[in-house]
């Protein structure tokens, strides 16, 4: 079993930045892809940005050359760098990680808003 643990969200004004963190234990020794998923208010969770652990990227089209995804094997961590935030970056970013049995955990998820 694997835990996703998520901080770093909050307010910001349209242009602003943000980084979102996540933090996995339990067996997260076993983890292949981690990355971030987000929900906005009556949308599908939609794919953010995703690391393999050979360090292979994916991004969505609407957040390439805005956000960086980043993550530390040695301390099961990933990072969302958030950059030139939009209001339509407002939603629930939830860490998403796959094992190595194929098995998908999620956190619980941090609120992110931009709004002037």
């Known amino acids: 079993q694997v835990q996703l643990v998520e901080s770093g969200g909050g307010l910001v004004q349209p242009g602003g930045s943000l980084r979102l963190s996540c933090a996995a234990s339990?067996?997260?020794?076993?983890?292949?892809?981690m990355g971030w998923y987000r929900q906005a208010p009556g949308k599908q969770r939609e794919l953010v940005a995703t690391?393999?652990?050979?360090?292979?990227?994916n991004y969505a089209d609407s957040v390439k050359g805005r956000f960086t995804i980043s993550r530390d094997n040695a301390k099961n961590t990933v990072t969302l760098q958030m950059n030139t935030l939009k209001p339509e970056d407002t939603a629930v970013y939830y860490c998403?990680?796959?094992?190595?049995?194929?098995?998908?955990?999620w956190g619980q998820g941090t609120q992110v808003t931009v709004s002037s």
């Open positions: 690391m393999t652990r050979i360090g292979n990227t």
């Open positions: 339990g067996s997260a020794s076993t983890l292949n892809t």
């Open positions: 998403a990680a796959v094992d190595s049995s194929w098995r998908l955990y």
